[in-house]
Nanobody, 125 residues
C-alpha cells in the first residue's frame, strides 16, 4: 500500500510562485514513476508533469512547459512541483500520483495506481 500526502498549496498572485510537495510511504518509492495532475470542478483530471524513478527523465504538459519543474528526493520519499510565472488558469486542485509498475514517465491517467488527497492552488489578484 502506498500513501501520498500533498502540501504547499495556497493563494498566490498572477506571476507568483509556489512549490508543492508530495510525501510518500512505501519501501520501494525509489522505483516508482511519479506524477502531478490537476483538476478544476466540472472538468476531467489533467496531466501536469511526471518523473522517472531516477529523476533522469521528465515529461510536461505543453501548458506548463518552461514554467513548472518536477523533481524528486528518493532519500526523503518526496516529489516536488516548482511552479513559477503562475497564471489564473493554473487554478486547480493538484494531485500527486504513483505508478509502481512503470519505467518511463507517462501522462496516461490509467497508469497511476495511487493518488493523494489533493491540495488547492488558487492564482488570483
Amino acid at each position: 500500500q502506498v500513501q501520498l500526502v500533498e502540501s504547499g498549496g495556497g493563494l498566490v498572485q498572477p506571476g507568483g510562485s509556489l512549490r508543492l510537495s508530495c510525501a510518500a510511504s512505501g519501501r520501494t518509492f525509489s522505483t516508482y514513476v511519479m506524477a502531478w495532475f490537476r483538476q478544476v470542478p466540472g472538468k476531467e483530471r489533467e496531466f501536469v508533469a511526471a518523473i522517472s524513478w531516477s529523476g533522469g527523465s521528465t515529461r510536461y504538459a505543453d501548458s506548463v512547459k518552461g514554467r513548472f519543474t518536477i523533481s524528486r528526493d528518493n532519500a526523503k520519499k518526496t516529489i516536488y512541483l516548482q511552479m513559477n510565472s503562475l497564471k489564473p488558469e493554473d487554478t486547480a486542485v493538484y494531485y500527486c500520483a504513483a505508478d509502481p509498475q512503470g519505467y518511463y514517465p507517462t501522462q496516461k491517467f490509467s497508469e497511476y495506481d495511487y493518488w493523494g488527497q489533493g491540495t488547492q492552488v488558487t492564482v488570483s489578484s
